[in-house]
């Protein structure tokens, strides 16, 4: 009797580690929530880049590759008709989330809501400007409570009262007209290639 109940124990201890593994291995290969991946390819136009997750999954304790994700839609700070962007190039890292359920109706327009794909890796987004280390021009940022925008040596602080723009190039204002209310103040010489109008000598 004794050596019954202590197998049955057994089975009911292996019936539940094999649930686990189960669940386990479900989880593992099926439910994705967000990982770091690498640009490997851009359709500049339809806006969409192919992915490569950066690190790897298991299955049956079998340590897998991921897959190369296609057409992903990147998440940008930007509108129908406005947008303030950075250059995305192949080789960049982004945040990849997967969403809780299909995004192919809301990118294809239709009605075709596929609400059985939950947190699939072909139902991702990407996020440009994930960073592993530190952003001088976001220390610079932090340390001067100012919007930094900087691209090589060129580059724009925006304090809530002033505006500063440094640039070792050309700074081109292409326009029909500029017009200033209030004093301007130059340092340097001025050249004007066309009439000035009301143009003094500085005095």
């Known amino acids: 009797m004794y050596r019954t109940a202590y197998r049955g124990e057994e089975m009911i201890q292996e019936l539940v580690e094999q649930i686990e593994n189960t669940i386990k291995?479900?989880?593992?290969?099926?439910?994705?929530?967000?990982m770091p991946a690498k640009i490997?390819?851009?359709?500049?136009?339809?806006?969409?880049?192919?992915?490569?997750?950066?690190?790897?999954?298991?299955?049956?304790?079998?340590?897998?590759?991921?897959?190369?994700?296609?057409?992903v839609p990147l998440v940008l700070n930007a509108g129908k008709e406005c947008a303030c962007v950075s250059p995305i190039k192949k080789g960049d890292t982004v945040m990849m989330t997967c969403a809780e359920q299909s995004v192919s109706?809301?990118?294809?327009?239709?009605?075709?809501?596929?609400?059985d794909e939950r947190f699939e890796l072909q139902n991702a987004m990407a996020v440009p400007g994930l960073q592993k280390g530190a952003v001088e021009a976001q220390k610079e940022a932090n340390k001067d409570g100012a919007i930094v925008i900087k691209n090589s040596n060129a580059k724009v602080k925006i304090w809530?009262?002033?505006?500063?723009?440094?640039?070792?190039?050309k700074i081109v204002i292409e326009e029909d007209s500029v017009t200033i209310h209030g004093n301007l103040h130059v340092n340097g010489d001025i050249t004007?290639?066309?009439?000035f109008p009301g143009g003094g000598d500085g005095s």
């Open 105 to 115: 109706s809301w990118l294809t327009d239709t009605s075709n809501d596929q609400m």
């Open 25 to 34: 291995d479900v989880i593992n290969s099926s439910l994705h929530t967000s």
């Open 160 to 169: 809530k009262d002033k505006i500063e723009v440094t640039s070792g190039c």
């Open 40 to 71: 490997v390819s851009i359709d500049e136009k339809k806006g969409l880049v192919d992915l490569q997750p950066l690190g790897s999954y298991y299955v049956n304790g079998v340590e897998l590759e991921y897959p190369i994700v296609p057409a």
């Open 192 to 195: 004007c290639t066309g009439s």
